[in-house]
C-alpha cells in the first residue's frame, strides 16, 4: 500500500475513527483503525456495537489494506507539522512519512477485521444536522446511565408527519423535544442508546454537510454524511406511553425568568449539602414564591423568586440537579413551572416554546 | 431432547476448539439459540456486525459443530437480539433515594401489536380455578389456528381474563418472530371501523385486521347492538378462520348468554373452545398473593397470608390493590407489618356478608331485570315481575340466611310457604337450567359488589 493524502483531512478521519475503535477488546484488530485503500481511501473503526468508516481524498500509488492501533495512529498523525502525509506499508508496518519525519508503526494481521455493515436495504431519510443535534442534545441528559432497562438508557426518536420527537427518561425526570421538520412523513421510531447518542452528537458537531442521511432497521441505524457512515446498533425495546404520566391538570403556577432560576439554583446547590434538595414555598395569594436549600454543614439560604403566580398554595422538594439540567434546553427566557400538586410531577417549559417539555417528580417527602 | 440453550452449549464447546481464543472470546460471547424453527437454528448475536462476520466467516464451523450434535438441523440463521444487553452492565449511579420515580411499569405497551409485556405466562398463577383456561391456552400455543378455534376466554372482571390472553399474545410474539400478532379491545375495533367508515375506507379496514396471524379481542361485550361492527367481526372471523389464523376472545359472559349479540356471531363464539374462570378459591388466592408478593420482593408471614385470602373475597385486581396498600404501609413504617395493621388495612376490602339491607338486594335485582322496583313488592303476577322476585327471595334466603317468615313480610307481605315454595322452585330449575345458574352468579357478583 503507498498512498498520499491531506493531513488535516486525516487527522480529522483517524481521530473520529480513535473514539469508535474497541478499547478493551481481546482481539487485538478491534483496537486497531483499518486504512483501505482498495477503492479509494477510507478509514475504519469498530467495537463491534457501533462502527464508523470515512472516506478520505487522496492518491493511492499502491493499493492496499493495513490495520494500525488507533491510539498510536492519532498520536502520530497529531504531531505532524506538514500539510500532506505519505502512508505506506513497509513489510509488516505502517510507514508515516511527512515533511522530513518517518514514523513506523507496527501493524496488526487485518484478517479479523470485520466488514462494517454501512449499506442498509432501508430507505434513507435526509435528517437536517441542525434538528438531529439540538433534538438529541435537548433530551440526552434526562437518559438513565445504565443500559439495565434498555429504553430507559436510550434516547426514543420518533417520527412524525412534520416533526421528529425526542424522548428520553430514567423515570425520576423526563425531557422532550421537538424539532419541526416539514416534509417529514411518519415513520417508525428507534431507541437509540445513549452512548451512541452522545457518539452521534459528537460526530455532527465535526462535518458541515447541512443534511446527513439516517437509515434505520430493527438491528440497526446508519448515518451518513459527506463520505462518512456512522453505524450503531439500535434497541429493540418498546418506550413507556409516557404521555400518560404529563399531568393534565395543575394546580399551582409560576413564571418566572429562567436567569433568576439559574442562580438561584446554584446558590441552592452550594448550601443543599450533600443531599441536593431544594424546597420551594408557592403561596400564590400572599405572592409568596421561595426557595429554600439548607445542609448541617454548610449552613442555609432561602432565595425568594420574582414570579407571576396563581392556583394553590404548595410546599415542594426537588432535587436540584434535576431541576438545573434542563434549563439549558430552554430557548426562552421566562420558563413556567406547572405543578399538579404534592408528589405529582412538575412540568417546566419555556414561555410560549411548545417544542420542549420537561417532566420532574419532587422528593418523597 | 436436549433444549435449544444446552444444544448452543455444546456446540460451543465444539467450536472453540477450532478458533483462537481470542477470536473466540470476541465473536461468540453473548451469542444464544433464540429459538428452532424445524431444521433451523436461529442464533441471536448482538449486533449486525457480529453477524456479519459470523455468516462470512464461521458459518461452516457453526453448522458442522450443530450438526455433529444434531443431524436433523439443515441451517443456521443468524439474528441480532431484540434487547440485547451490551457488553457493559454499568451499575446505575447513585439516584437522590428520596426522589419519587414515574409510574412507567404499567406504560410498556408495544405499538405494533398493542401488547403489555408484563402480562406473560410467567407470572400467571394457574390454580384449581383456572387451570382449564390456562390448560386450553396453552393447548392454543402449541397448535394455533388448529387446537381450539377460535379460543373464547370468559369469567367476571379482575380474574385474571385479559391476563391469559395478552400472555397468549406475548408467548406467541416471542417464538415465532415472523408472525403478526394484534391484540384489540372489542371497542377499539369499533372505533376503528367507525373511522374507517367515516374516512371511505373501509377496505382498508378490512385488509388491516386479515394480516395478522393472532388477532386477540378481549371484551367483545363491549360491541353488544352494534349491527355493523358485528358484521364486520364477522366477516372477519370467517376470513381469518378460513385461513386458520388463531383468534381468541374474551367476555364477561358465556358466548351463548351475551346480550345484544346476533346468533350466528354467538354461535361462532361457541364453535372452538370456552373456557370459563371463575373467581378463584381459596388456595389459588394464597398462590396468588405469594407470587405477587415475590414480584415486589417482599415477603409476610403465611399467617398473614392466609388471612387475607381468606378474607378479602372477589378479583384478583383488588386483592392486588390490598397487597399494594400493605407493602406501601409496610415501607413507610419500615418495619415488619403485624396482624393487627393488616386487618386495620383491609377493613374496607372484607365484604361482611350481612350489612346490605333487603331494599338494596331488592334495587339490585329489580335493576338487574330492569324492572320497577316497587312491582316487585307488589301482588302483580306477571311473568317478567315472578321470576326476578323469586331470585330475590331465592337469594336473602341462600346468601344473608334471612328466615323464612321475615322475606315473605319485607317482600310485601306474603306468605313464609310462598318464600318457600320459591326457593325450591328455583332451586330445582338450576339444576337443569344453565342459564339461570349464570344469572345468578352474576347476581351474587353484583350484590357482593
Known amino acids: 500500500m503507498k498512498i498520499n493524502t491531506i493531513k488535516e483531512k486525516l487527522l480529522r478521519a483517524v481521530l473520529l475513527c480513535e473514539r469508535i475503535a474497541g478499547k478493551k477488546e481481546s482481539l487485538p484488530v478491534l483496537s486497531c483503525i483499518l486504512i483501505d485503500a482498495v477503492k479509494g481511501i477510507s478509514l475504519r473503526a469498530t467495537n463491534l456495537e457501533a462502527g464508523i468508516e470515512i472516506h478520505i481524498p487522496g492518491e493511492v500509488k499502491e493499493k492496499g489494506v493495513i490495520a494500525v492501533p488507533a491510539t498510536i495512529l492519532s498520536q502520530t498523525i497529531r504531531s505532524i507539522t506538514g500539510d500532506t502525509v505519505a502512508l505506506s506499508s513497509e513489510e509488516e508496518n505502517l510507514l508515516v512519512e511527512s515533511r522530513g519525519t518517518k514514523t513506523l508503526i507496527k501493524a496488526i494481521p487485518h484478517s479479523e477485521f470485520p466488514a462494517i455493515p454501512v449499506s442498509s436495504t432501508k430507505k434513507v431519510i435526509s435528517l437536517p444536522r441542525e434538528s438531529l443535534m439540538r433534538g438529541i442534545q435537548g433530551v440526552s441528559y434526562a437518559a438513565s446511565l445504565s443500559m439495565i432497562r434498555p429504553d430507559l438508557g436510550s434516547i426514543y426518536v420518533t417520527m412524525k408527519n412534520g416533526s421528529i420527537v425526542f424522548v428520553a427518561t430514567d423515570s425520576f425526570r423526563l425531557a422532550e423535544k421537538t424539532v419541526l421538520e416539514p416534509g417529514m412523513k411518519e415513520g417508525h421510531d428507534i431507541l437509540v442508546p445513549l452512548r451512541h447518542g452522545n457518539e452521534i452528537t459528537h460526530l455532527l458537531e465535526r462535518v458541515e454537510d447541512e443534511r446527513v442521511g439516517l437509515s434505520t432497521d430493527e438491528a440497526q441505524l446508519v448515518l451518513s454524511s459527506e463520505g462518512l457512515h456512522y453505524v450503531s446498533r439500535v434497541v429493540d425495546a418498546t418506550f413507556p406511553n409516557y404521555k400518560e404520566i404529563v399531568p393534565k391538570r395543575f394546580s399551582t403556577e409560576a413564571t418566572v425568568l429562567k436567569n433568576d432560576l439559574v442562580e438561584m439554583l446554584r446558590k441552592a446547590r452550594v448550601f443543599s449539602g450533600n443531599d441536593q434538595h431544594v424546597g420551594f414555598h408557592i403561596y400564590p395569594k400572599k405572592k409568596i414564591c421561595t426557595a429554600i436549600a439548607r445542609s448541617n454543614d454548610v449552613g442555609e439560604m432561602s432565595d425568594s423568586l420574582d414570579a407571576a403566580l396563581s392556583g394553590d398554595d404548595l410546599d415542594i422538594n426537588f432535587h436540584i440537579g434535576y431541576l438545573a439540567e434542563c434549563l439549558s434546553s430552554i430557548e426562552s427566557d421566562s420558563v413556567v413551572l406547572s405543578f399538579a400538586g404534592p408528589g405529582k410531577p412538575l412540568v417546566i417549559r419555556g414561555v410560549s416554546d411548545q417544542s420542549f417539555l420537561y417532566l420532574v417528580m419532587p422528593l418523597n417527602r | ?449
Not at chain 2, 55 to 63: A, T, Y
Not at chain 2, 90 to 116: G, H
Not at chain 2, 204 to 225: G, H, P, S
Open chain 2, 1 to 449: 431432547m436436549i433444549t435449544n440453550r444446552e444444544l448452543w452449549q455444546n456446540a460451543l464447546v465444539q467450536i472453540e476448539l477450532g478458533t483462537s481464543e481470542a477470536s473466540f472470546r470476541t465473536w461468540f460471547r453473548n451469542t444464544d439459540v433464540s429459538n428452532r424453527d424445524g431444521g433451523t437454528i436461529h442464533v441471536a448475536v448482538p449486533s449486525k456486525i457480529v453477524k456479519e462476520w459470523l455468516l462470512e466467516k464461521h458459518h461452516k464451523l457453526i453448522l458442522k459443530a450443530l450438526r455433529s450434535l444434531d443431524n436433523t438441523i439443515r441451517t443456521v440463521e443468524y439474528v441480532v437480539h431484540r434487547t440485547a444487553p451490551s457488553a457493559d452492565r454499568k451499575q446505575p449511579r447513585e439516584t437522590p433515594q428520596q426522589n419519587a420515580s414515574f409510574d412507567l411499569q404499567s406504560l410498556y405497551i408495544d405499538k405494533r401489536d398493542n401488547l403489555n409485556p408484563r402480562y406473560t405466562f410467567e407470572t400467571f398463577v394457574v390454580g384449581p380455578f383456572n387451570q382449564l383456561a390456562h390448560a386450553a391456552a396453552k393447548a392454543v400455543l402449541e397448535r394455533p389456528g388448529l387446537a381450539y378455534n377460535p379460543l373464547f376466554i370468559y369469567g367476571s372482571t379482575g380474574h385474571g381474563k385479559t391476563h391469559l390472553i395478552q400472555a397468549v399474545g406475548n408467548y406467541f410474539k416471542k417464538s415465532h418472530a415472523n408472525k403478526k400478532v394484534l391484540y384489540v379491545t372489542s371497542e377499539r375495533f369499533a372505533i376503528d371501523y367507525i373511522n374507517a367508515v367515516r374516512a371511505g375506507h373501509a377496505n382498508n379496514f378490512k385488509d388491516q385486521y386479515r394480516q395478522y396471524d393472532v388477532l386477540i379481542m378481549d371484551d367483545v361485550q363491549f360491541i353488544a347492538n352494534t349491527e355493523k361492527t358485528q358484521e364486520e367481526l364477522f366477516h372477519l372471523f370467517n376470513a381469518l378462520r378460513d385461513s386458520n389464523k388463531q383468534i381468541v376472545f374474551s367476555s364477561d359472559k358465556h358466548p351463548v348468554l351475551l346480550p345484544g349479540f346476533e346468533d350466528r356471531l354467538k354461535g361462532r363464539f361457541s364453535g372452538g373452545m370456552i373456557a370459563e374462570i371463575p373467581e378463584p378459591d381459596v388456595e389459588s388466592r394464597t398462590a396468588i398473593i405469594k407470587a405477587k408478593l415475590e414480584q415486589h420482593g417482599f415477603s409476610l408471614p403465611d399467617d398473614i397470608i392466609q388471612y387475607i385470602a381468606e378474607n378479602v373475597r372477589g378479583n384478583i385486581r383488588e386483592l392486588e390493590g390490598v397487597l399494594n396498600m400493605i407493602v406501601c404501609k409496610s415501607q413507610l413504617k419500615g418495619k415488619a407489618i403485624s396482624h393487627a395493621d393488616v386487618r386495620a388495612l383491609i377493613k374496607h376490602n372484607v365484604k361482611p356478608n350481612k350489612g346490605i339491607s333487603v331494599e338494596e338486594v331488592v334495587r339490585r335485582i329489580a335493576q338487574y331485570y330492569e324492572i320497577a322496583e316497587k312491582s316487585i313488592y307488589e301482588k302483580t303476577r306477571k311473568k317478567e315481575v315472578v321470576k326476578p322476585r323469586q331470585i330475590i327471595m331465592y337469594m336473602l334466603r341462600e346468601e344473608f340466611a334471612v328466615s323464612y317468615p321475615s322475606i315473605g313480610e319485607k317482600l310485601g307481605g306474603r306468605d313464609h310457604t310462598t318464600v318457600i315454595h320459591s326457593c325450591e322452585k328455583i332451586k330445582e330449575e338450576m339444576k337443569s337450567n344453565n342459564a339461570l345458574e349464570q344469572e345468578i352468579d352474576h347476581i351474587r357478583a353484583l350484590i357482593h359488589a
